[in-house]
């Protein structure tokens, strides 16, 4: 007998309302849930694999201890005491800072990874904490933080009612969308065009996206900050300039006016690739649009002057009058962020309260670079890393060098990871904590809702039940909090009770209603807190009598009551941006680089590092392949299917080609996540089709520097054919 459940899909930030077919406990399909008030029924194709994920038999089923070097199956309290036995020794002997801490990016798409870092974080007090987000979004965080004085006040386009969205790297029709979660991104893409609106794509490639746009602008990867500021330059030149309703909640416009003077059309046409004619259409059908947004993703973040342009996104938004207006970029409000408080000056944004200490580097939103993490761990003396917890993350594949940091994991103490396949990193833990199938999680998007497109609240509790010896993730996070501690073996709902305590505490609110919580769980009972107390009233109950979802409406602008910078207003032209300016300034005087350079680029059917094993998304067009534009083929003396060798800082790699104007000249194309190939692992999918790791190109060196991001897009390397 087969049965259906509602599940959230969590392998995207589309967050596509799922309906699972379940036998037994077994998923056997996955269709969208046309009632989901959000999604209305998209799926994609890694969403209706998520039974084969679900029920991939490489997923680990118990705990894993190293004995005698081994690893090998171990019982949850064998586990905890070993972790609980260790850790606290390694802390008294060193510091807090001596154990390092990994999040992965699965952490924004489960309620575990939600709710229990923060409490890890606090329990080890440590500021070696490293996680995706310096390999991805952390420019829009810095830019934020400056702009608007809150890193998580990320506006995002208003998809549905813009009549114009500037697209710069970003890939929608294969990612579904990052930071503009918005469930059937690429119908809504659609949907814009058909009532008239205008898209323009930026980007090296010719991607999905950029076929159904309007306008295709093949930029000389790395330059988008100087597009942007030459967009700016017209803008003020044509006195194309209206702040509309944000007048007199900005400051800093002259200056800014001041900063991209020398960056005219014509100034960056070369190194862009572009005319300054298209450059100035750009600018005028911009402001001539009724509404409009701006939008960039990874191509526009990891990158040499990623800051810069997360930045000059934003000023564009706000020159244009579009920012915080329906129809252009909107601050979203999710049922779990707390109530809005009355406007007025916040605190601001602080930018490198402390520096890493093998090189220096600033932290970010409390974090490291993570590129810095192997010499964190390698380099002597005080403060260096002996113990690593690591959550969903694989930064063996995901960030610069992973050989070097695949030697330098041997080297620790201790290493944790809490992770559900023995993955390229995982494989040297003395300790792994899988958490169970996805299927058998809650759901709540915690990130996600404060990213999306339209206010709208879900919540999907477990499709089937954990069997015997199986831990829910929320209680191995509980635990390793207990663990590092020392207060291994007290009940896991004593972290909850405490977060609850605090949370009424720091909200004014009565202790007593903690009493009134429903949920049969301490992350139930705290998402039903957070919803009590968020700006729509909501509680645990209502969403569980709404299992499709509750409209909350489109979203509504927020400024001034969003900002939380010390003048209380937007600040345009903050001092860190004004210092780093100067970089963008040489580019310009550099004019024309003539080295080859890597992009990346993703598949429909892959994400990250961790799908390739599953045999209905591997393959196919989803292959390692170095894509070369035909003119660069003739050129470099490579063929279509034959081998060749691709050298960057880091190291080389072999690699076959793929011949295709998909790309431009002069740009490559590899996509990351792959390298299966290394001893350790388990997932014999993946290792059948291992590809290569594309960020061995890297030594890590390349950063961005006021958010510490790789630049893991446009960076020089060098192609030959392999004889
Ligand atoms: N060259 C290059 N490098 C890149 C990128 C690029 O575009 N180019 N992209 C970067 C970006 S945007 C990101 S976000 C990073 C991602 O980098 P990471 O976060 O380091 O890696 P992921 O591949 O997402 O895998 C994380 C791990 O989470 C595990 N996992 C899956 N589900 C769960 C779960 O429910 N619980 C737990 N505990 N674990 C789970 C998976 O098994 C996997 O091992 O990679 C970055 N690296
Ligand atoms: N199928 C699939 N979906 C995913 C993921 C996945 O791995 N696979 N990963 C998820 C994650 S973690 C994230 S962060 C999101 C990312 O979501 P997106 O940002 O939409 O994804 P990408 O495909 O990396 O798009 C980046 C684009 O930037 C282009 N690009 C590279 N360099 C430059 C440049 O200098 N300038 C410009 N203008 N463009 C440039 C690349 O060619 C590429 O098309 O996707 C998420 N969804
Ligand atoms: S688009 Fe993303 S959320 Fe939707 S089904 Fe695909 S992977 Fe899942
Ligand atoms: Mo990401």
Redesign the pocket.
């Known amino acids: 007998m087969s049965r259906t459940a509602l599940r959230i899909c969590p392998l995207c930030e589309a967050t596509c309302g799922l309906t699972l077919t379940i036998e037994g406990t077994r998923v056997t399909g996955a269709r969208g849930d046309r009632d989901d008030i959000f999604s209305q029924g998209f799926i994609c194709p890694k969403g209706a694999s998520f039974g084969e994920l679900d029920g991939d038999p490489d997923r680990l089923r118990t705990p894993l201890v190293r004995r005698n070097g081994e690893l090998g199956e171990a019982s949850w309290e064998e586990a905890f005491d070993l972790i609980a036995a260790r850790i606290r020794p390694l802390i008294e002997s060193y510091g807090p800072n001596a154990v390092g801490v990994v999040l992965?990016?699965?952490n924004v798409h489960?309620v575990a990874g939600a709710l229990y870092p923060p409490a890890l974080l606090a329990a080890l007090g440590t500021r070696s904490l490293f996680t995706?987000s310096t390999?991805?979004q952390m420019p829009k965080h810095v830019s934020s933080g400056l702009l608007f004085g809150d890193a998580f006040a990320i506006p995002v386009p208003d998809l549905d009612r813009t009549d114009h969205l500037l697209l710069l790297g970003a890939n929608p029709l294969d990612s579904n969308g990052s930071l503009c979660t918005a469930g059937d991104f690429p119908g809504r893409l659609k949907a814009l065009r058909k009532r008239g609106g205008t898209l323009t794509v930026v980007d090296p490639r010719r991607t999905r996206t950029a076929k159904i746009a309007d306008r295709h602008l093949a930029i000389r990867p790395g330059t988008d900050a100087l597009l942007l500021a030459a967009l700016a330059h017209t803008l003020f030149e044509e006195k194309l300039t209206d702040l509309g309703a944000l007048e007199g909640h900005v400051e800093g416009v002259e200056e800014v006016r001041d900063a991209v003077r020398d960056f005219t059309p014509e100034a960056v046409a070369s190194a862009c690739d572009l005319t300054a004619d298209e450059i100035r259409t750009l600018a005028r059908d911009l402001a001539a649009a009724p509404t409009a947004a701006v939008y960039g993703r990874?191509g526009s973040s990891?990158v040499e002057y990623g800051t810069l342009t997360n930045w000059l996104v934003d000023v564009l938004n706000v020159l244009t009058g579009n920012l915080d207006r329906p129809g252009g970029a909107l601050f979203p409000l999710s049922a779990t962020d707390r109530k809005p408080r009355p406007a007025g000056p916040g605190r601001g944004f602080a930018l490198g309260r402390w520096k890493s200490r093998v090189s220096g580097h600033p932290e970010a939103k409390g974090e490291l670079p993570t590129a810095a993490l192997a010499e964190e761990i390698e380099v002597p003396g005080d403060g260096q890393i002996r113990a690593l917890i690591t959550?969903?993350?694989?930064?063996v594949l995901?960030a610069p060098d992973g050989d070097r940091l695949d030697r330098a994991l041997t080297g620790l103490d201790l290493m944790v990871s809490?992770?559900?396949?023995l993955?390229e990193t995982?494989c040297h833990a003395d300790v792994v904590l899988p958490?169970p199938r996805?299927s058998q999680s809650a759901h709540f998007d915690f990130a996600f809702n404060t990213f999306a497109v339209h206010n709208q609240v879900r919540y999907s509790r477990p499709a089937v039940p954990l069997e015997d010896g199986r831990m829910d993730?929320s209680e191995i996070l509980a635990r390793l909090v207990l663990a590092v501690s020392g207060m291994h073996g007290a009940d896991p709902d004593a972290v909850d009770t405490m977060v609850i305590e605090q949370t009424l505490a720091k909200a004014g609110a009565p202790k007593e209603m903690a009493a009134e919580l429903t949920g049969r769980t301490g992350p139930e009972r705290r998402l039903d807190l957070m919803l009590r107390l968020g700006p729509y009233d909501l509680t645990l109950d209502q969403l569980l009598d709404h299992p499709h979802g509750i409209d909350l409406g489109p979203l509504q602008p927020r400024i001034p009551q969003i900002l939380k910078t010390r003048s209380g207003r937007i600040e345009l032209f903050p001092a860190p941006i004004a210092a780093d300016l100067p970089r963008l300034h040489s580019a310009l005087a550099a004019g024309r680089p003539d080295s080859l350079v890597l992009v990346?680029r993703r598949h429909l059917r892959s994400n990250?590092?961790?799908m390739h094993n599953v045999p209905t998304l591997n393959g196919g067009s989803n292959t390692c392949t170095l894509q070369v534009h035909p003119d660069d083929a003739t050129r470099l003396g490579l063929t279509d299917g034959a081998p060749a060798r691709i050298k960057g800082e880091g190291g080389a790699l072999e690699v076959p080609v793929e011949v295709t104007d998909a790309v431009r000249t002069g740009v490559v194309s590899l996509p990351?996540?792959w390298g299966h190939d290394r001893p350790g692992t388990r997932g014999a999918v993946a290792a059948a089709r291992p590809g290569v790791n594309?960020?061995q190109l890297l030594d890590g060196s390349l950063l961005d520097p006021l958010s510490g991001t790789s630049v893991?897009n446009g960076f020089p390397v060098e192609v030959a054919p392999l004889s």
């Open positions: 992965g990016n699965p489960t995706a390999l991805d990874v990891t959550v969903a993350a694989n930064p995901s809490v992770d559900p396949y993955n995982s958490p996805p993730e990346g990250n590092s961790w990351h996540g594309v960020n893991l």
